[in-house]
């Protein structure tokens, strides 16, 4: 292996200056280093905390971005996050490489060689960069000099990216110590929100502009989209991080109880109050108050609720002074709260004041390469949850995945791969590796046979007659055009045969009247009730 000579160097340097993001910053640096040092495989990773973080990635599988490696579960990381310098693995080592089964279009293969450069600042370990080859002995002569500028040049691009980071987000709160209730709500699934799709791009840069503020806050989406966790990431990113996070499901609250929770109530109150309780708004007061489900809240409790919005004062039941609380509103829906409004059913005076920033989150399944990397993400988490040495995802099974509908959302694919990966390794279990080795286990297509398509395809008897469009000789059909023009007949008949009555056509659908009516806004259907008078 030769040394790197002064115009590669140069090369190098230019091409890394010449980068104005940060992602085309990373890919540049990976190219040059695969350049220069021949390898199958090469990532970068940032530390955060005992995990590693992928940044960028050439030569892995995709979901391999989605996954977060916790230090201390992987020997090969663990040795190279100790070293002062670069480590190589020889062929034989028996530590489990952390990228069995990724390395593209070698899944069933395990790495062969493997070199992991630790990448520090002021002498603080704040990366590493790790090199993966299917060759024995493919990284055993290169020479030390070569390292080392690849050493500085990583950990320069690294260095930036966290630099410019910093800037970014100089106005984030570190969260304070918080009360016991809002430790629970903010361990609860975690708090990175993954995905790169333009739709969670927007998601996040919204976020960003709305968390400084003290603005309230309605977040839409369907079952499953991840609703609680913008709520949370709203709350770290505010100024009242270091206040509580109170969460309250307003569709398990009883309709008698729902002030008393809400505002409290002191000793006597009514029958059986034998002590006085602190409502959740005093509980959330110099922070901020989740309410989940909003659109569940009895009418009459809606009006309570609006009062204390605009004057931040709280009656507790059987109190006669009011208090004054500092709180801020989030709210949380998978209604559609404007066809409430408009049925009568939601106060619209509370619908205008809950939503003075509304957040959309996406469907999964409008989230486009999101599934891959959520994919790798849940992965690595159940890898760990279940003690498997390496678990990967076969592209067979990858593309059923992506092509799946995902009426559940992120909390369906999760429950997915946890499934998947317990049959997998059940097969694994029954395996004998021929290099006496852990098997690698790959979740295959054969473990989520059960995804079927959803949507339309379950309501097919209800629309038998609709004629649908056959591919002539050499024609090209686009299956999104034709799944969306049948949707839009199936949405159309099914409110012609319920008199345009948009729940009872919900239940026709086996979905539910808001994302009945989210489905028809995307499809461009404006359907409008008339009455007509009969002679």
């Known amino acids: 292996m030769p040394n790197v000579n002064d115009s590669t160097l140069i090369e190098l340097a230019i091409d890394l200056a010449n980068s104005l993001t940060q992602e085309d910053r990373f890919e540049r640096l990976l190219t040059n280093v695969r350049k220069t040092i021949n390898c199958d495989a090469v990532v970068l990773l940032k530390t955060d905390a005992d995990i590693l973080i992928p940044l960028a990635q050439q030569g892995l599988t995709s979901e391999a971005m989605g996954r977060r490696f916790v230090i201390d579960d992987h020997p090969r990381f663990q040795h190279i996050c100790r070293s002062p310098g670069p480590v190589c693995f020889p062929s034989d080592s028996p530590l489990p490489d952390p990228y069995d089964g990724m390395i593209a279009h070698h899944a069933s293969l395990h790495v062969h060689a493997c070199m992991g450069l630790p990448l520090y600042q002021n002498d603080e370990l704040f ?111 505010s100024n009242r991080a270091g206040g509580p996070l109170v969460y309250v499901n307003c569709a398990a609250l009883p309709e008698q109880l729902v002030e008393s929770e809400l505002f409290g109530h002191i000793k006597g109150a009514f029958t059986g109050a034998d002590k006085s309780r602190a409502g959740k708004f005093a509980l959330a007061n110099g922070g901020t108050l989740f309410l989940d489900e909003i659109g569940e809240l009895p009418l009459n409790a809606q009006s309570k609720l609006l009062r204390a919005l605009q004057s931040q004062e709280i009656q507790p039941v059987g109190q006669d002074q009011v208090e004054h609380v500092d709180v801020r509103v989030i709210a949380a829906t998978n209604r559609d709260l404007q066809d409430e409004v408009t049925n009568g059913e939601f106060r619209a005076d509370l619908y205008h004041r809950l939503s003075v920033f509304p957040l959309t989150v996406p469907a999964l399944r409008d989230r486009i390469g999101d599934i891959t990397l959520l994919s790798g993400f849940f992965a690595e988490q159940i890898r760990r949850s279940l003690g498997i040495s390496s678990l990967v995802i076969g592209q067979p099974a990858q593309t059923i995945l992506e092509n799946y509908d995902w009426p559940g959302n992120v909390r369906e694919l999760e429950h997915v791969i946890r499934r998947a990966a317990l049959l997998a390794r059940a097969r694994a279990d029954n395996q004998r590796s021929r290099a006496g080795q852990a098997p690698i286990v790959s979740i295959d297509a054969a473990d989520i046979e059960h995804l079927q398509p959803t949507g339309a395809a379950n309501v097919i008897p209800l629309a038998a007659d609709i004629p649908q469009p056959a591919p002539t000789h050499n024609e090209i059909i686009k299956l999104r055009d034709v799944t969306d023009t049948f949707q839009r007949q199936l949405i159309l008949q099914a409110l012609e045969n319920n008199a345009g009555n948009w729940s009872a056509a919900a239940r026709a659908l086996t979905t539910d009247r808001a994302n009945l009516a989210r489905l028809a806004r995307r499809l461009g259907l404006n359907v409008e009730k008339t009455v007509t008078k009969n002679h």
């Open 127 to 237: 990366g590493v960069l790790t090199l993966d080859s299917l060759t024995v002995s493919a990284f055993d002569a290169i020479p030390e000099r070569t390292l080392a500028i690849i050493s500085a040049m990583a950990s320069a691009t690294l260095k930036t990216a966290v630099l410019i980071q910093q800037l970014e987000s100089h106005n984030r709160h570190t969260q304070a110590v918080v009360t016991e209730l809002t430790n629970e709500g903010l361990k609860k699934d975690g708090g990175e929100m993954i995905g790169h799709s333009p739709l969670m791009e927007k998601l996040q840069n919204e976020i960003s502009l709305v968390a400084p503020s003290d603005y309230a806050v309605l977040i839409q989406g369907e079952t499953g989209v991840g609703k609680e966790l913008v709520a949370r990431l709203l709350h770290q990113r």
